[in-house]
């Protein structure tokens, strides 16, 4: 009974907080610019709640070994966001089931072909393809600057982007409650923030904005790395809730990196 409530407690605050999260996020991105959506999209929200439960209910051992696996799924992530920046300009309709049909390739290729790899292995891959896919996405894009569209602020479309956008995080949260650490690592960075933040923006902002802030994404992609490996280095000797609070701020700190290394970015 006990470990069914911390799982619906879990579902519930992955609705909660992402759903604000995204919201806040599309906001903010809308006013800002392309760029801070791109760098505020990849803070932890939904891999920060899947390694605190896995911490507090499965113990601060299982969820540091399942961060191994986390490399792996932000590429897979990358992928994700190549395939939906390739394809926007056909329209969600076409964006949406081909870059999910491309996770799903990638994730399957990951889990059940090739064998789970180490940490080190994990981030040479991860950085490898996702240096390719951004160099490829760049050349597509070119350097052209995306203006952001004036918007008002409204409670509903806030409340609306909030359910949209945490009935996603928490659907991929229960999706993923029985599998073995690096499993779970994988696909705890399941990309519904990325889908959320896409699908908003590209409604609200066009098609053009969606793909400059799905560029910056892969870059910032880079951040839940930061954040999973300090999880894991902390967790252990800490605890799962003050590994938390130290990793979320290294996690802050690398993302004041990758704002100055990416201000002449388009």
């Not at 605050?13 to 006013?31: H, K």
């Not at 806030?158 to 999706?175: E, M, Q």
């Not at 896409?198 to 902002?205: A, D, N, R």
């Not at 990793?247 to 802050?252: E, K």
Request: charged share 10%.
């Amino acid at each position: 009974m006990y470990g069914m409530n911390m799982v619906l407690i879990r579902i519930a605050l992955s609705f909660i907080i992402a759903g604000a999260w995204i919201a806040s996020v599309t906001y903010f991105g809308e006013r800002l610019g392309s760029r801070k959506a791109g760098l505020l999209g990849n803070m932890p929200s939904n891999i920060l709640i899947s390694l605190l439960f896995m911490g507090i209910t499965k113990g601060p051992e299982y969820a540091a070994a399942s961060t191994a696996g986390v490399p792996m799924g932000m590429m897979i992530d990358t992928i994700f966001l190549a395939v939906f920046i390739f394809t926007i300009p056909h329209g969600l309709r076409i964006a949406l089931p081909a870059s999910f049909a491309a996770w799903a390739l990638a994730a399957i290729l990951v889990l059940a072909v090739l064998p789970p790899l180490n940490f080190l292995a994990s981030i040479a891959a991860y950085i490898v393809v996702t240096a390719t896919l951004f160099f490829l996405v760049s050349a597509k894009l070119g350097a052209k600057r995306v203006e952001k569209k004036p918007v008002k602020f409204s409670w509903k479309v806030s409340l609306v982007r909030a359910f949209f956008a945490g009935s996603v995080v928490a659907g991929a949260v229960a999706i993923a409650q029985v599998a073995p650490p690096y499993m779970t690592g994988v696909l705890a960075t399941f990309p519904a923030v990325m889908t959320s933040t896409m699908v908003i923006l590209t409604m609200s902002q066009g098609p053009d904005f969606a793909q400059a802030t799905g560029k910056i994404l892969i870059l910032s992609s880079c951040n839940i790395i930061v954040f999973s490996t300090c999880a894991g280095l902390f967790f252990v000797a800490l605890g799962p809730w003050l590994g938390t609070l130290l990793a979320y701020a290294a996690s802050i700190c690398s993302i004041l990196i990758i704002d100055r290394l990416t201000a002449k970015v388009r």
